[in-house]
């Protein structure tokens, strides 16, 4: 079998140049739809105390060496999040960031160690109108790339179509025949045994120490992921409250969040929330992620105690996060997420 030859090579980059040029033109149209419409662009620190509390998102871990030779824990971070809800405590009010982001544990058609993440809030909004900025991002990044249909792997969406919204239930129920709330109590409480026969008699196979988020996932990558996004992009809206760390409970029902998730073609290609300011709640939540994760990982990160005092100024705002190469590798008909991607990370 022959190697492949490596991306800097002038024919392969001759191959890759129109889906790269595709890209920047993307991100200044990106760019210039935040800038038509009040928001300031922010740049902020790639290294941070805690890169995030989040069970199955995992960092890249460094260290901050002192002129005195003390050292002090670091990660690049997995998103601005933090960083950026400590702007909005500040007093900014609509802001984006257009950056790099560092996820371990990831990589494959769909994910790369590094990857860039457009992320952007709105102070005094709904998360409902994050879904509207979605539906236009869409559409700006295929006129913009002159493409009239995304695909990938077979699936195709219309991007200038106006996105199906499904709630997390209703596609358990469509794609799975589970009564995901019947698992599910007022206080956000979890019934493991309820889901699990559910999942069973659903074709799901568990196992005896799958926890109920665990057997949550099962259903949603096996079941309702794959329908997703096809003829028109799916917004998957109002997740239970316990698959939401960072995300307030709905005021029309307690068990589940102002979570929602783009998709298109199958592809997850953004995350929002209405965002949780409650600090006593916030603090309770990602010390249950943070048990999780030690139970699956074998790891904890830190809480960030400076975001948590942030938290207790910052108003009321709606944010999200959206992949940026995976929303490209749409637009541009590419295969793998190395293909939009001016310099990959060596493998191995």
């Known amino acids: 079998m022959t190697e492949a030859s490596p991306w800097w090579t002038p024919h392969v980059h001759a191959d890759r140049r129109p889906r790269l040029i595709a890209r920047s033109r993307i991100s200044a149209a990106i760019r210039a739809w935040f800038a038509e419409r009040d928001f300031i662009e922010v740049e ?3 290294l941070q105390v805690s890169p995030g509390n989040e069970t199955h998102i995992s960092a890249f871990a460094t260290q901050e060496i002192g002129s005195d030779g003390s050292h002090w824990p670091r990660y690049l971070h997995t998103s601005p999040e933090f960083a950026c809800k400590k702007l909005l405590a500040a007093g900014e009010k609509r802001i984006f960031s257009f950056g790099p982001v560092w996820r371990n544990r990831e990589r494959g058609p769909l994910h790369h160690p590094e990857f860039r993440m457009v992320e952007w809030y709105r102070v005094g909004e709904t998360y409902e109108s994050l879904m509207a900025d979605c539906a236009a991002l869409l559409s700006l990044a295929a006129k913009t790339a002159d493409c009239r249909q995304f695909s990938f792997r077979g ?6 179509a106006e996105p199906e919204r499904l709630t997390v239930a209703e596609a358990f129920e469509r794609y799975a025949g589970i009564d995901l709330l019947a698992s599910v109590g007022r206080d956000g409480s979890t019934d493991r045994e309820q889901l699990n026969a559910a999942a069973v008699s659903a074709g799901i196979v568990t ?8 057997i949550f996932s099962k259903v949603i990558v096996e079941k309702v992921e794959p329908e997703l996004g096809h003829g028109r992009s799916t917004i998957l809206c109002e997740y239970p409250i316990s698959m939401a760390a960072l995300a307030r409970p709905s005021p029309r029902d307690s068990r589940v969040s102002e979570r929602f998730e783009l998709y298109c073609c199958g592809v997850e290609l953004a995350n929002a929330f209405g965002e949780l300011t409650d600090v006593a709640e916030q603090r309770r939540r990602f010390a249950a992620e943070m ?7 074998g790891e904890r990160y830190p809480i960030d105690e400076d975001f948590l005092n ?3 100024l910052m108003p009321e705002a709606s944010g999200i996060a959206l992949g940026f190469d995976r929303l490209v590798m749409l ?14 990370v060596a493998e191995g």
């Open 331 to 344: 637009a541009s008909g590419a295969s793998k997420i190395e293909d939009v991607i001016w310099t990959p």
């Open 44 to 46: 902020t620190a790639s």
């Open 291 to 297: 048990e999780e994760k030690e139970r699956i990982y």
């Open 310 to 312: 942030a938290l207790s």
């Open 155 to 160: 699936r195709t969406a219309d991007p200038l």
């Open 207 to 214: 196992a005896p120490d799958d926890s109920w988020a665990d």
